[in-house]
């Protein structure tokens, strides 16, 4: 199992521009998640999902959409860049079974917003 | 709404030594899971121990373990015999029972070891 992956690993961007972060699990999890991580606040809830065709928003949405086609994927689109979604993005997955509560996440997308 | 706090943002120990790190939280839930992450500078997310609200036995994982007291809404880490590989940035997290994917984070504790 190749687990979470995400790509790229790095972007650079300008502001007003629009790029997807692509995230995918080969575990045939149930839930899957996007946060961000800014220095000195830990990581926060994007958005998340708990199958396909079922997401819902988290702690800080605003600037991303989500959508959930397959169990495997769930890709993070920013619509138009800004300077303070410059940050490092992960994505997360776990099983809905029960006493299964490890969350599995992805490498990072470390995103820089010129 | 449910919160997290690591009160000390960076910690040091010396190498064999032990160390703790302190989380607090705030929830009315009284079904719900805990877990300490441990991210190193490669940035990865690496489980280190859970605890389910409902067990009051403390967790154990090897050299580490918790210290969950639920009515105080605390739920320190301690590791024993620390060695270089511990360093790392380490983050408290909370989860309500029912609700999946959702993790409420702290703001990470920086530890150094010092050999």
């Known amino acids: 199992n190749a687990g979470v992956t995400q790509t790229p690993k790095f972007q650079v961007l300008k502001t007003g521009q629009s790029m997807t972060l692509q995230c995918a699990q080969d575990?045939?999890?149930?839930?899957m998640s996007w946060y961000r991580q800014d220095p000195g606040m830990g990581l926060r809830l994007i958005h998340y999902s708990v199958g396909a065709g079922i997401t819902d928003q988290g702690e800080v949405p605003n600037g991303y959409n989500v959508s959930r086609s397959t169990t495997e994927d769930f890709p993070l689109r920013l619509l138009s860049a800004a300077p303070s979604q410059t940050s490092v993005y992960f994505c997360a997955s776990r099983t809905r079974r029960q006493n299964q509560e490890t969350q599995y996440f992805g490498p990072g997308t470390r995103l820089l917003v010129l | 709404a449910q919160t997290v706090t690591q009160s000390q943002p960076e910690m040091s120990v010396q190498e064999a030594e032990t160390v703790t790190l302190s989380c607090t939280y705030d929830t009315s839930e009284s079904d719900y899971y805990l877990f300490w992450y441990k991210q190193p500078p490669s940035r990865q997310m690496i489980l280190v121990i859970r605890?389910?609200?409902?067990?009051?036995q403390n967790a154990t994982e090897n050299r580490f373990s918790v210290n969950f007291q639920k009515a105080a809404k605390s739920f320190s880490l301690k590791i024993s015999d620390s060695q270089l590989g511990d360093a790392a940035m380490y983050f408290c997290a909370y989860r309500r029972y029912n609700q999946g994917g959702k993790l409420i984070f702290g703001q990470g504790t920086e530890l150094s070891v010092k050999p």
């Open positions: 575990m045939n999890h149930e839930y």
């Open positions: 605890q389910e609200a409902y067990k009051q």
